[in-house]
């Protein structure tokens, strides 16, 4: 069976809505690397969508997941519950950040864990509203869906959404919307669509993932909180994308310093098991009544173990470290690319949640279509590359944190030929 052929049976037997970016199938992988059904190999900087920081099948992880096989792979943590699972939640009850106690709850996918926190949002304040922003993703789910601040390819055709959900712009400073707009706009919000006291929650992702990569300035966030506190507001940060070593601080509201009521996360917290959770603080994660939360597979005994693996391949390899050498590297490379190569706008992230942004020469007008060839011309040359951004114009990075060095060279010398014979074909 080879690729082409393998490719006309998904398309005859798999819904298109199911979106794919590779035309070719994967047969292996190891760390960095992955390789098709053809014996082709890739250098993947996408990472399953962040979820493989710690490589794919770090033997750590996959140890953990043999020794838990041999033991038991699901009871359901609601009618059997084991050691591993309470484990988990005592690490990262210990590490998210905030200083009030906390309690965590497990789920399978990071928009499973949207959908909770925001359940749980409301249990604790009896409120209704929640407010998101624009170019936020919060997943695939009807409230996932209705918190998300991107229309096409992800709201098209599925409405109506759930009700109750306000948006408001995200600070953009690249595109003309400032700290101070995005308040602005949140006061208008309160005045014109919602009495704050009917809102239950902000939620936002500290540097958004699928809009961008645009990471929420600190005087923002600041501001998030002081506003929460003023009217009993909750603020929930979405960390599915940006936890777990990725921006070089464990979680990314790290980097600030004010702390959220809840957390959600998911993707590398178990490197490639099915695996999400909410943090918050014990108080407002113990609102909802016994039974209210939960789910069949939630917490799954394989994934735990992964996660619990992951947590000390964090720690021993120091990835967060790692994170901001690899992230510095990749930047400055990318700034130098930028002196020669006029369709970089900007290059931008905390550690190793690195993105490039691409517009047209001299102007902030978003260049998809260059951005569509340097990935398509990437993927010939070996190497997978990630496009985000509500244009659908920025390039983000996510390769493993555990990526041999000499891998990741090969990656960015490939990143450069493509850029400058890209402004070459476009010139
Ligand atoms: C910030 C954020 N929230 C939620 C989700 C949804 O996670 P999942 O696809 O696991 O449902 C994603 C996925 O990309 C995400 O980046």
Known sequence: MNNAELKARKDAATPRGVGVTCDFFAERAENAELWDIEGRRFIDFASGIAVNNTGHRHPKIVAAIRAQLDRFTHTAYQVVPYASYVELAEKINRR??????????????GAEAVENAIKIARAATGRPGVIAFSGAFHGRT????ALTGKVAPYKVGFGPFPSDVFHAPFPNPLHGVTTEDSLR???TLFKADVDPKRV???IFEPVQGE?????????FVRALRQLCDQHGILMIADEVQTGFARTGKLFAMHHYDVAPDLMTMAKSLAGGMPLSGVVGRADIMDAPAPGGLGGTYAGNPLAVAAALAVLDIIDEEQLCERANRLGERLKTRLGDLQRSVPQIAD????GAMVAVEFCRPGTHEPDAEYTRRVQARA????????VCGVYSNVIRF??????????????????????????RAAA
């Open 398 to 423: 996510l390769f493993p944190l555990t990526i041999q060095d000499a891998v990741f060279d090969e990656a960015l010398g490939i990143l450069d030929d493509v850029l400058k014979e890209n402004h």
């Open 347 to 350: 290059v931008r992230g905390p």
């Open 96 to 109: 998210a950040p905030g200083d009030a106690p906390k309690k965590t709850a497990f789920f399978t996918t």
């Open 200 to 202: 239950a929650a902000i």
């Open 379 to 386: 993927l010939e040359r070996g190497l997978l590359l990630l």
């Open 185 to 187: 706009a949140l006061d």
């Open 142 to 145: 009807l409230m996932g869906m």
């Open 211 to 219: 809009g961008g990569f645009y990471q929420a300035p600190a005087d």
